[in-house]
């Protein structure tokens, strides 16, 4: 592991503690997900790119033959570039960049979809993008492009991570490609089939762990701290930097003008984190003239950043300093109530999420809200989208799901902008069929005997 940073210019790249008071600086070739402090990192970079690259990035959407002007990540590789290269290098780009053959986020832009939009109570200013559209099906694609990326640049041989599916998707698919071992550990009996499936399917080692996935989570960063394997997780601060490209691409389709809100759901936070991170980059650096509100939705089965940012003491990011006292008392007590996260939406099946403190810096640079839908309300949003043409899963549908009830709430308006990530498509066929086939559901259409 490299040493913190003291004194000098800093160099085009950096890993830096998102702690103000803390400080701590280590090079980007450095492996480590964390400061000698305990707090998460980001990547941070010298100087101030060119509002001029919009039209680069514009001008990329003609390939002209190269697989990382067709990525929907690596087209806006002068944004992500902690690997400090010449862009336009195409010798560079193919060293040093991992990409599967271009197609993460090639196909992921916002769309306008009329039954959602009814669903959710809103006007004609509702956009959704797909996630699902990624190769292994799943946003995961955008953060594990560079979280591979920087595996290679510093010789990792062996990646490894916990996952609810998606992740064990995505991190099997890179590291099948790229050639290198792929360990995965799951809550056993909780991950739907498709996904495991996939993650088999690349070849990746399953470990089963007995518990849920924040159990399987802290087994797999204790085994990559003891030296055995390269972490992917959202913990992983170059997977918050290729996630910065679900933004970007949505915002290059409104013409850089911000919505008035992004919504996601609400997991183990790393998008909510990532939208923050790029937010707040742009606004610093001239890109965008005001910064979107963002929402971010729970599962009123795994409810705990929306119990502890609207309880009674609220938790909040405080500029660095959130309240751990807050935490640890709200853990400590569903531990004691024996309460596990529990919803049918997998996808954010996580109770102690990973990047809460940069989810609360996200919320606080936003102006952000927290709020909760039912399983019940998740599989109706699904539905909905579903009824023009574009597949998500049941955790995606908690975005519609939750425009609906900020609308009623009358935090959103319903002539306002908003911008809604449907993080991944589905894989667990029962659930529709079994959606449909029940005649009280909103937008069931149950077969005919």
């Not at 950043?305 to 938790?315: F, K, R, V, W």
């Not at 989208?385 to 049941?394: A, I, K, L, P």
Request: net charge neutral; proline share 7%; glycine share 14%.
């Amino acid at each position: 592991m490299g040493e913190s940073r003291e004194g000098g210019p800093p160099p085009p790249a950096f890993l830096r503690c998102i702690s103000p008071g803390c400080g701590l600086e280590y090079p980007v070739r450095d492996g480590r997900v964390r400061c000698g402090k305990g707090h998460l990192l980001d990547v941070a970079y010298a100087g101030r790119p060119d509002p001029g690259l919009k039209e680069v990035f514009l001008a990329r959407r003609d390939p002209r033959g190269s697989i990382f002007n067709e990525s929907g990540v690596w087209r806006f590789r002068e944004l992500i570039n902690f690997c400090s290269i010449d862009a336009e290098d195409a010798g560079a780009c193919a060293r040093s960049l991992v990409s599967l053959d271009g197609a993460e986020g090639r196909l992921s832009k916002p769309y306008r979809m009329r039954w959602a939009s009814r669903f959710a109570g809103m006007g004609g200013g509702l956009w959704l993008q797909p996630e699902g559209y990624n190769p292994s099906g799943s946003f995961k694609d955008n953060g594990m492009a560079a979280a591979l990326t920087h595996a290679r640049m510093i010789g990792a041989r062996r990646i490894i991570c916990a996952s609810t599916g998606n992740t064990s998707a995505s991190a099997g698919m890179f590291a099948a490609n790229e050639g290198l071992d792929c360990e995965v550990y799951i809550p056993a009996g909780q991950i739907a089939p498709g996904k495991l499936g996939q993650a088999y399917q690349f070849g990746a080692r399953i470990v089963e762990v007995d518990g849920n996935f924040d159990d399987a989570l802290a087994r797999s960063l204790e085994v990559a701290r003891g030296g055995g394997g390269y972490t992917v997780n959202s913990v992983n601060p170059f997977r918050i930097e290729g996630q910065k490209a679900i933004l970007y691409r949505a915002l290059e389709h409104l013409g850089w003008e911000p919505p008035d809100w992004v919504v996601y759901p609400g997991g183990a936070l790393g998008n909510a984190a990532s939208c923050g991170k790029a937010l707040m980059e742009l606004r610093e650096w001239g890109w965008i003239s005001r910064v979107p509100r963002l929402a971010v939705v729970n599962a009123e089965g795994a409810s705990a950043l929306a119990d502890m940012y609207n309880g009674a003491e609220p938790l909040r990011w405080n500029g660095g300093r959130p309240d751990a006292g807050i935490m640890e008392r709200y853990y400590a007590g569903a531990e004691e109530r024996g309460e596990r996260p529990s919803t049918r939406a997998t996808a954010i099946q996580i109770g102690r999420p990973a990047n809460l403190p940069r989810c609360l810096r996200a919320l606080e640079f936003a102006g952000g809200v927290v709020t909760t839908v039912s399983d019940p309300e998740m599989l109706d949003g699904m539905s909905a989208v579903g009824r023009n043409g574009f597949d998500c899963e049941m955790a995606s549908g908690a975005v519609p799901a939750g425009i609906r009830r900020l609308v009623r709430e009358g935090t959103i308006r319903r002539d306002d902008t908003v911008l809604g990530i449907l993080t991944g498509r589905q894989k667990d066929a029962a659930l529709p069929v079994e959606y449909h086939r029940d005649p009280s559901n909103a937008f069931s259409r149950p077969p005919r005997a």
